[in-house]
């Protein structure tokens, strides 16, 4: 399997502009998770989806923020309008619940690093 | 989730053990402990996990004592490879799927 896919892997944007992250989960899994990380605060769950549907969402920052999910294989992460305090690594993971278990292992994709400037 | 607490950094010479400990004192009876790694540039990457008892795998080893307030991970042989942020998470099974990630400890492998 070829693991989480994020495109794309840098962005470099101005303030203002409309932002869209790619993420292709691995195939099978059905739980979706989009994360942020920077130096001051560390990696944050911004919102996570099971079998496409939104579950929680309330580490999203603002409404600049929004995430789909329209089928399985593939999720959305947009931002706008863009500002220099969303600069940072975007990550995706995706995991599977075995028999309705919690999944405890989460794949990470390789990021997109977004500067906004 | 309970709160970790893990040294900020370490240092381990290639081919020795790597002992990362990681204290969790007011972790609950049905939280689990969680190890992930991330090396520089890449996504996290999970590591084991455990409830009571020790568990190995083909990556690390995870010692978790009697009373579960801490764990230390253990790398049996580091490598070069390992040198990366390892992250030490508590969470129930029950609860959201939401990681929550401390700053984790900066392992530096030398030669």
């Known amino acids: 399997d070829a693991g989480v896919i994020q495109s794309p892997r840098h962005e470099v944007t101005e303030m203002g502009q409309e932002v869209t992250l790619r993420c292709k989960p691995i195939?099978?899994?059905?739980?979706l998770f989009w994360y942020r990380q920077t130096m001051m605060r560390g990696l944050e769950l911004l919102i996570y989806?099971?079998?496409?549907?939104?579950?929680?969402d309330s580490g999203m920052p603002e409404d600049r923020f929004s995430a789909k999910m329209p089928n399985a294989s593939f999720s959305t992460l947009k931002i706008q309008p863009s500002e220099p305090r969303d600069s940072a690594v975007y990550f995706c993971?995706?995991?599977?619940?075995?028999?309705?278990?919690?999944?405890?292992?989460?794949?990470f994709g390789p990021g997109t690093r977004l500067t906004v400037t | 989730d309970a709160k970790t607490t893990q040294p900020t950094s370490m240092d381990c010479a290639e081919g020795r053990a790597a002992n990362l400990p990681c204290n969790h004192s007011?972790?609950?009876?049905?939280?689990?402990v969680y190890w992930y790694r991330q090396i520089h540039s890449q996504g996290p990457q999970y590591i084991i996990h455990?409830?009571?008892?020790?568990e190995t795998n083909e990556m690390a080893s995870l010692i978790i004592t009697e009373d579960r307030k801490s764990s230390t991970l253990i790398l049996p042989h580091a490598t070069l490879r390992d040198t990366a942020v390892y992250y030490c998470?508590?969470?129930?099974?029950?609860?959201?799927?939401?990681?929550?990630w401390g700053a984790g400890t900066k392992l530096i492998i030398k030669p």
């Open positions: 993971a995706s995991s599977f619940a075995v028999q309705g278990k919690v999944p405890y292992e989460q794949y």
């Open positions: 195939s099978g899994h059905d739980y």
């Open positions: 989806f099971n079998n496409n549907v939104p579950i929680d």
């Open positions: 007011t972790i609950s009876g049905n939280e689990y």
């Open positions: 455990g409830l009571k008892n020790n």
């Open positions: 998470i508590v969470r129930a099974p029950d609860s959201n799927y939401q990681l929550i």
